[in-house]
């Protein structure tokens, strides 16, 4: 059975900031209309593979642990060996496409591989990537899709620009023969949490301080990430807030390019399944961090997850889910006989408990680049080890095979469970040479990861 398949990974949300999940903020009204009419099916126990792009992206675009894959794990780059969602659907006859604006998800991690076109936007690739009446358009509403113009490409939003490039896409499906998987990853949400100039009016009632002072404040913890860590994330409560608040707005606009493109496809495609969810979540200020990094916890693990199209899911929306869960039913809905790794289909058997992981090479590195600001740091939260987030319905626990104060007690049923798992999903360790070219470097240096 030939199925269109829309698959958006939405950049650092956390599902406590959506209000569909119950955030005090109306963060996701678009969204929470497409649920109350019955078009959207929303799962409010969704945990993350991992707890930052390369790693939970590996994940979803291959269907395995973190721990399997390795990528973001312990090495750079997803191996040629590891096979991947798009080209398991070339396989069966579909077009794919990838539109990502994250360099994380790219060609310098391997995570392209599969994809027919893969539409990755950078300062240096636009011009190549993107039809100049896209970008003229995109131009023209500058101020209602971005920061308005600068020099700054970390306050650029392009969250419009991979909207039009989707819907070019849907377009073009409409007299093709293939069906089309479509895999997009929309990164706005991530830091420096700048929102589009018109949507900045939603919340800016509740901002503590004038809003100039408060994107100063947002752009600085992102130029200067390693170094505010380092520090100890020592801001007030006040300029926490105006954080949340800035960051909320983003989720806003976000919300409102998700739900135009879950209606687009809708509209061009003959009853699409359409999976939405977040690759991880955001700290603003627990476990004394902020990012993504140096700890694993519900802020950072449980994730929005969102389906359309799929039969028989609004009777399992309760149960624990993970993103591998999503693939596990969409092919098993479109009858490939096709196994996911570490996903399962709810429809059929429930997940006991959800794992999420960090990998010690992983801290290292985030260490070493906080320890070159303040050579004394020491992480408030997590050893430097492989971590395992044990998540159930009754019980939370951070696992390591080491005594660390950051890591819990775990009874001894439950490290069986645990034992299990990694015996069953571990793969062996292998000596890695990946490296990333200058310009690579210099994007994730954009993006805060070097």
Known sequence: MSRNIIWLTLE???????????????TTPELQSLVNTGEV?????????????????ASILTGRALSDHRTGFDRDQLPKSVKTVPEQFSEMGYRTVGISN???VSSATNLDRGFDDFHHLTRDTLLDTVPLTTIAKYLLNIRRHSAGLSQNTRTACTSYIQQDLAKRELNKHQSADDPLFLYMHLNDSHHPYWPPVTWRDTFASELPMPMNKALDLAIDMSENLHARIGEGADYSEKEFTALRVLYDMLIRYIDHIVADLIAEARRKLDNPIIIVVGDHGELFGEDSLISHTLTINDQLTNVPFMTAGIDGIEAVANEIVQPADGLQMVFNEIDADINVPAGQDLRQESREFAISEVGKGHLNDALDLIRE?????QPPSLPVADIRYYQSKTAKYRYADIKHAGVDDVPSDVTDEIADWIDEHEAER?????SFDEKTMERLKDLGYV
């Open 12 to 26: 650092s949300i956390r599902k406590d900031h959506l209000s569909i999940y119950g955030h005090h903020r109306e």
């Open 41 to 57: 099916t929303a799962f409010p126990s969704c945990y993350a593979h991992g707890i930052w792009t390369r790693a939970s992206s």
């Open 102 to 104: 994250n360099t994380q």
């Open 373 to 377: 600001h303040n050579p004394d740091y």
């Open 430 to 434: 292998e000596d890695s040479d990946d």
